[in-house]
C-alpha cells in the first residue's frame, strides 16, 4: 500500500485474536489480525498509526544503519566510544606495559612491546575499559541508593550479551562494563533501574514508578539504550 507516497510492505499473520496488532522488528512492519478482518479495514488500520508506523521504521534504519558501520579498527588513531564520545587510541611501542588517559585531549595511550598483536591491544584497551567501568559503577550506585533509601550488598562487572544489569533479593546486583561505552544518562538509568529492583523485583507500574521518582528522565535513557544493542559496540 502507499504510506505519504512510499510504498510500505508489510507481512500480514492471520490469527485468532480479537484486534489488529502491530510490531516492527529487525524484518521490517508485521500486522497480526483475525482472520475475518477485509484487507481494507486492515489499511485504515494502518493510516490510523501512520506516525507511530513511520517513525519506528525510521529508527530501524538507523539501527541497521549503524550495525553496517565497518567494524572498529585496532590501530593507532582509531576511535573508541567511551561515556558518550570517542576517545583517541594511541599505541606506543615500549617494553613497559603503561595505559594512561588523557581528559584533556581524550587519547589513550597504550604501551606495548613491539610484537604486540591486534589481540594484546583488545586485552589491554578492554582491561582498562572494565577498570574504568568499576570505577564509575562503584561511584553511581551509592547516589542512587541514598536517593532511594536502600541498601545493595554488593556489585560486579558482568559481560552478558543480552543483559546490561541485573538484581537479585539479596542486594547483589551486576551492571555490565559494556555501559562505559555510553554517556552518564544511560548509565544512571540503568543503575537505577537495578536499584529500584529492591523495592519491587518486578517491572509493575509501581517498579517504574520508583525508577522514575529517582531518575526523572528514565523513558529517553531507556529508548536510547534499546536503540543501541550489544551489536553497535566495538568487538573484543
Not at 497480526?32 to 513511520?54: D, G, H, Q
Not at 593507532?76 to 603503561?98: F, K
Not at 604501551?111 to 586485552?123: C, F, R
Not at 550488598?153 to 546490561?164: C, H, I, K, Y
Request: charged residues 25%.
Amino acid at each position: 500500500m502507499q504510506l505519504r507516497g512510499h510504498a510500505l510492505e508489510y507481512r500480514l499473520l492471520r490469527s485468532k485474536r480479537r484486534s489488529i496488532g502491530f510490531l516492527i522488528d529487525d524484518d521490517g512492519l508485521r500486522i497480526t489480525a483475525p482472520r475475518w478482518v477485509p484487507i481494507v479495514e486492515i489499511e485504515n488500520a494502518i493510516r490510523e498509526k501512520e506516525r507511530w508506523i513511520l517513525s519506528k521504521l525510521a529508527e530501524r534504519r538507523e539501527r541497521i544503519a549503524r550495525r553496517l558501520q565497518p567494524d572498529m579498527q585496532w590501530r593507532d588513531g582509531a576511535a573508541l566510544p567511551y561515556l558518550g564520545d570517542n576517545l583517541v587510541l594511541r599505541l606506543r611501542t615500549a617494553q613497559s606495559a603503561a595505559i594512561a588517559f588523557d581528559a584533556s585531549t581524550r587519547e589513550l595511550t597504550v604501551n606495548l612491546p613491539p610484537q604486540a598483536g591486534m589481540q594484546q591491544i583488545k586485552d589491554r584497551v578492554q582491561a582498562w575499559l572494565q577498570q574504568e567501568a568499576k570505577r564509575i559503577f562503584a561511584e553511581r550506585l551509592p547516589l542512587y541508593a541514598e536517593k532511594l533509601g536502600v541498601s545493595y550488598t554488593s556489585f560486579a562487572l558482568s559481560s552478558a550479551t543480552t543483559q546490561w544489569g541485573s538484581c537479585t533479593a539479596q542486594g547483589r546486583i551486576r551492571l555490565n562494563w559494556r555501559l562505559v561505552h555510553f554517556g552518564l544518562p544511560i548509565i544512571d538509568y540503568v543503575v537505577a533501574h537495578e536499584l529500584s529492583h529492591l523495592r519491587e523485583m518486578n517491572h509493575s507500574p509501581r517498579f517504574w514508578a520508583t525508577v522514575q521518582s529517582i531518575f526523572p528522565g528514565f523513558e529517553e535513557a531507556r529508548r536510547a539504550l534499546r536503540e543501541r544493542g550489544p551489536d553497535t559496540l566495538p568487538v573484543f
